[in-house]
């Protein structure tokens, strides 16, 4: 059984940061490609950023390219996501997610696990 557990949510005002964690329980942490997706009230799940395992190749949607970043590190199970110069628009919770099938994917129905999410609000 794989348990993601996201932290690093809060309220923030436009401009500035945050720093999302997710850690990932199981040995095999390296061969997960790691997505964050977000999900605003009202509104359907949306894909935010993926890191492949392959080659930790990264591909992020438009709205976030350039502000947000993220990373692996894979000694730690970890998936992180730098958000920088944050929007009201970028309020939601956000999601990590874990699949071993397929590198890069940026669908929700692509990911196995889920974490239980982490609330982020910008204030204008």
């Known amino acids: 059984q794989v348990h993601l557990g996201e932290s690093g949510g809060g309220l923030v005002q436009a401009g500035g940061s945050l720093r999302l964690s997710c850690v990932v329980s199981?040995?095999?942490?390296?061969?997960?490609?790691m997505g964050w997706f977000r999900q605003a009230p009202g509104k359907e799940r949306e894909f935010v950023a993926v890191?492949?395992?392959?080659?930790?190749?990264?591909y992020y949607t438009d709205s976030v390219r350039d502000r947000f970043t993220i990373s692996r590190d894979n000694t730690k199970n970890t998936v992180y996501l730098q958000m920088n110069s944050l929007k009201p628009e970028d309020t939601a919770v956000y999601f990590c997610?874990?699949?071993?099938?397929?590198?890069?994917?940026?669908?929700?129905?692509?990911?196995?696990?889920w974490g239980q999410g982490t609330q982020v609000t910008v204030s204008s």
């Open positions: 199981g040995r095999t942490f390296v061969m997960y490609t």
């Open positions: 890191i492949s395992w392959i080659d930790a190749g990264t």
């Open positions: 997610a874990a699949n071993r099938l397929v590198a890069g994917a940026t669908t929700p129905g692509a990911y196995e696990y």
